[in-house]
């Protein structure tokens, strides 16, 4: 049997910035035959609506308090002041699909090219210039990821793996669910600081410690 560990995220949700460090630890302490599979759940739809103000003053809100609970996540609040913030991050979610098409490892490099350009570089990932730049930045060929980011077939994509999240309860992100390959679904507790209690609950389900 596979164990599967399966890790529900969006590119541009706070919290699943926050949770790198601790998130990178964990797998690096996990056992190396146990697969990693990363899905984006999508937070918010596309949109060229401007975000509201209060929608603004309250995801500053949760800036800071991700900051006082997780020490050391950093965040540009130039962002607010500099780009026109909407609510969309489907774009994002898209661009990361687009980039796995050409290598599957570009998939995770665009994620992390997306939210260090959002959360330090004051960057807005919901504009499709910022996405081709990126993708450009991490070696993708930027004609080809222009033309497969927007597609029936990109976007068809993305709304299968929203399913899968909701099919494993994961409705919020981050979230961890391990699959232990026997049918069986456990949502694991995400721990922003702590690895270790993370492992120890996976060591758990599996009936053991790792390796």
Known sequence: MTTTLYYVHDPMCSWCW??????????A??????????????????SHAPMAAEMQ???????????????????????????????STYPACRAVIAARLQDADLGEAMTSAIQHAYYLEARNPSDRETLIALASAIGADP????????????QAMLEAEMASARRMGADSFPALVLDPGDGSRWRIPVEYSDASAMLETIESVLGGPSP
């Open 18 to 27: 926050g949770f790198r460090p601790a998130l990178s630890t964990l797998i």
């Open 29 to 46: 302490r996990l056992p190396s035959e146990m697969q990693i599979a990363r899905l984006l759940g999508g937070l918010a739809p596309d």
């Open 57 to 87: 003053e309250g995801l500053q809100q949760t800036w800071r308090r991700i900051q006082a609970r997780i020490p050391g996540t950093a965040f540009n609040f130039d962002f607010w002041t500099v780009c026109s913030p909407r609510r």
């Open 143 to 154: 004609d080809r990821f222009a033309r497969a980011i927007d597609t029936p077939e990109t």
